[in-house]
């Protein structure tokens, strides 16, 4: 009978649940279970769980339900619990009976293996000992004729090895002659005891002919070992066999080693590297120990292709040829390190480009120098027939200029070729190039100001002497050469650095594997500072060597004669052309180096600050007095009006103009002329002379200098510190002295008549 309200499915479930939950010992199955049936019948109200409270659910029961339901909830459960009682009895059953039945299954067993394995095992007793007694009996009978056998067995065995000792010369020939030398080699080492024990006596002969057959057998093996023909398999089982005959390998490998290092004597880094990698290869296999020598061999290889380099870079290579080496040798190291990857050869050769691309930048450096310095040098060298000094001064700084800046851009684009390039190589040193290059051009101007000031003889290595010869070329040349080295230390530091900065900065940034602690490699401010420095050093000392050369001729004109017992002045003196013609020979080399600047026109006005306010006073007064006590009044009068006249700015800075340079060393000669005529004594006619000399120089001075008023200034000062060292200065006539000046004009002009016809 089911439960009322329950289907009869539900219920078998719900009893074999519970009693299956009664008898299990597993607590964790039961709380499965236990899970399993409440989620089931929802209906129970979790009453079958382990925490069902029975208070609690009465109290809720009650609180829920009237009479009616409480009575029809008794009646239910009632006969549910009838229901579990009869299943479990039946249950209890059950499994009584199964009980039952093996307990009488396992009292069977026990009796049937008893009863029948002791008689079993009896009988396999006796059958055992009857086979035993059996066996000795038959032992005991033959045990004579074994011992017999086993003689004739030995003896047969013995026979058989008189006859391959006997057989072995001539099993050893056949071998020699089909190469079967692994066969060889095997039959050899089986006799080898024997002919230890018997080779002196029974079988002499025998180890004789054996031993003649082993040495050919050896020699062929080496042979084949040797040769590059023979696959490597081979080669590896001739080294196997020798060693198996006692040959010392140690010594062919030395020879295949000299063999490779030979090869590598002839080696040229165009040459094709297969060979070598495959006799490196099977080196490897045929001796697997020779890894270190091969490594050193590779080693070897990759340090004379970069010696190649090296000696390339020397002879000054483009940066397409550098490239194509250094992939070739990226192609020969790759191929190599497949055969020999312990011997990290790429770290190796990465080492080795190291040192060759920066010797490659610092030798172009070092040829960019020296392209310059031979522009430079040219100034130095005599001209060619026809062609002037000066014509010369102007196409060396223009090569110069040249060479500077398109020599810089150059080099530049070689360098920009190794960065472009995709060699894993220059990939790897990319960052090093651009330091290099930054580096080297700062250290290449750096040197290219101390060549410069070797070239001026600034240093030990160039005497200034060299330049100071009176109308030597040397001289010329020389000074020159200084003047172009001013302003081509002008356009560097104003056109060649800012060109430079613009291309390092657009292809060249980056690098910093230096250390930014060391500052920026590249420094064009510090560049342009230095070479600012040097050209005013340059322009100053060009203006000192042609003053000097100038002050020297004025010395000797003005120390070499008596200027008291001088004679009275026919003519302008030949120092005057000699200066002038120096003056000209300044003025040529400067109008071919330096531009025009602007002329200051400074002539006598109403203040008195002129030449004529000093000199035409004394030139009228004393013409017309002819007393010295009255000229010498006058002279006193010119002192105190010196005070009263406008101060003269006579030293001011060197510009880079023509008319700068060539005012410049005017006034530092003329005040040196002052200073040579305070330092005699001149009687009348001496003075006289001076006068019409320093008249006759007025004009053509004055045409060629920056400020016409300085230059009339100094003049007038050489004039009147003649007439303050003359006993009597009593000055030349006016009508006179234009005489004199008109005839020589006109011997100039007729000189320059015939030397143009000429």
């Known amino acids: 009978m089911a439960v009322e309200g329950v289907p009869l499915d539900d219920k078998a479930k719900r009893t074999r649940d519970l009693l299956s939950s009664f008898y299990s010992h597993d607590p964790s199955s039961q709380m499965s279970a236990n899970a ?32 009616e339901g409480l009575l029809q909830k008794h009646v239910e459960m009632a006969a549910e619990i009838k229901n579990l009682d009869t299943d479990l009895q039946m249950l209890v059953y059950e499994n009584y009976n199964k009980f039952i039945s093996a307990t009488e299954t396992i009292k069977r067993m026990k009796n049937n293996i008893v009863g029948g394995m002791e008689s079993n095992m009896e009988d396999l007793l006796d059958k055992i000992v009857s086979v035993q007694s059996k066996s000795d009996i038959v032992n005991t009978s033959l045990f004579e004729k074994r011992e017999h056998i086993e003689k004739l067995h030995r003896t047969r065995n013995l026979l058989r090895k008189v006859q391959f000792i006997y057989d072995l010369p001539t099993r050893l020939g056949k071998c020699i002659k089909t190469e079967a030398y692994a066969d060889a080699v095997r039959f050899y080492t089986g006799a080898m005891p024997i002919f230890k024990v018997y080779g002196d006596s029974s079988f002499q002969d025998c180890k004789r002919a054996s031993e003649e057959a082993i040495i050919t057998i050896t020699e062929n093996l080496k042979a084949k070992l040797f040769s590059d023909s023979e696959p490597v398999e081979l080669r590896a089982e001739a080294v196997l066999l020798l060693k198996q005959l006692d040959v010392p390998v140690e010594n062919l490998k030395d020879k295949l080693i000299e063999k490779l290092d030979r090869f590598l004597i002839d080696f040229e880094l165009q040459s094709s590297i297969h060979e070598f990698v495959e006799a490196v290869r099977a080196l490897c ?10 490594s050193e061999l590779a080693r070897d290889l990759i340090t004379k292709h970069f010696k190649t380099v090296e000696d390339c870079i020397k002879r000054r290579i483009s940066s397409e040829d550098l490239l194509a080496m250094l992939r070739i040798i990226w192609i020969n190291t790759n191929a190599l390190e497949e055969v020999l990857p312990e ?29 310059i310095s031979e522009t430079l040098t040219r100034v130095q060298t005599k001209p060619k027939e026809g062609v002037g000094a000066e014509s010369t001064l102007q196409a060396s700084l223009e090569g110069s200029k040249r060479a500077v800046l398109q020599g810089s851009m150059d080099v530049l684009l070689d360098f ?15 960052d090093f190039i651009v330091d290099w290059v930054q580096e080297g051009f700062q250290n290449f101007f750096r040197m290219l100001d101390s060549h410069f000031l070797m070239l001026s003889g600034r240093n030990k290595s160039v005497s200034l002497d060299h330049g100071m010869r009176d109308g030597s070329q040397g001289e010329k040349v020389f000074s020159g050469l200084v003047l172009v080295l001013a302003q081509l230390s002008v356009f560097v530091e104003q056109n060649a650095i800012p060109r430079i900065t613009e291309e390092i900065a657009a292809s060249f940034s980056g690098g910093g594997v230096r250390g930014y602690e060391y500052g920026p490699a590249f420094i064009p401010g510090e560049i342009c500072r230095m070479f600012r420095s040097a050209g005013e050093k340059f322009l100053h000392l060009y203006v000192n060597i042609k003053t000097q050369k100038v002050s020297n001729l004025l010395r000797k004109r003005f120390t070499t004669p008596n200027w008291v017992k001088h004679k009275e002045p026919r003519e302008v003196h030949m120092f005057v052309d000699l200066l002038l013609q120096e003056l000209g020979a300044i003025g040529t080399e400067v109008q071919q180096i330096l531009p025009h600047g602007i002329r200051k026109h400074r002539r006598s006005d109403s203040n008195g600050s002129t030449a004529s306010s000093r000199s035409n006073p004394i030139r009228e007064d004393r013409i017309t007095r002819s007393n010295a006590q009255r000229a010498r009044s006058q002279l006193l009068e010119t002192h105190l009006a010196k005070l009263f006249k406008q101060k003269m700015e006579i030293f001011t800075k060197v510009d880079y103009t023509q008319e700068s340079v060539i005012s410049t060393i005017m006034k530092l000669c003329l005040k040196s002329l002052q200073e040579f005529v305070r330092l005699q004594t001149f009687s009348r006619s001496g003075f006289q002379q001076i006068q019409l000399d320093i008249q006759f120089l007025k004009t053509p001075l004055k045409e060629i200098v920056e400020d016409e008023g300085v230059i009339d200034f100094l003049l007038d000062e050489v004039i009147v510190a003649s007439a303050e ?24 002009k007729e000189k320059n008549a015939v030397s143009q016809e000429e």
Request: glycine share 0%; with cysteine; aromatic share 6%.
């Open 416 to 430: 920009r070729r190794l960065l472009d390039d995709n060699i894993e190589l220059l990939v790897k040193l990319r």
């Open 725 to 748: 060292r003359c006993l009597d200065p009593i000055p030349l006539e006016a009508a006179i002295l234009d005489k004199l000046i008109q005839a020589k004009l006109g011997k100039s």
């Open 36 to 67: 399993s049936a409440s989620a089931r019948f929802a209906l129970l109200d979790a009453i079958n769980t382990a925490s069902f409270d029975a208070d609690q659910y009465m109290n809720l029961l009650i609180q829920k339900s009237n009479l």
């Open 343 to 371: 011997a990290t050869l790429s770290s190796f050769s990465l080492e080795a480009a190291h040192v060759a691309i920066k010797q490659y930048i610092s030798t172009m450096f070092s040829h960019l120098l020296h392209d």
């Open 285 to 294: 296999v045929i001796f697997p120990d020779s890894e270190k020598q091969l």
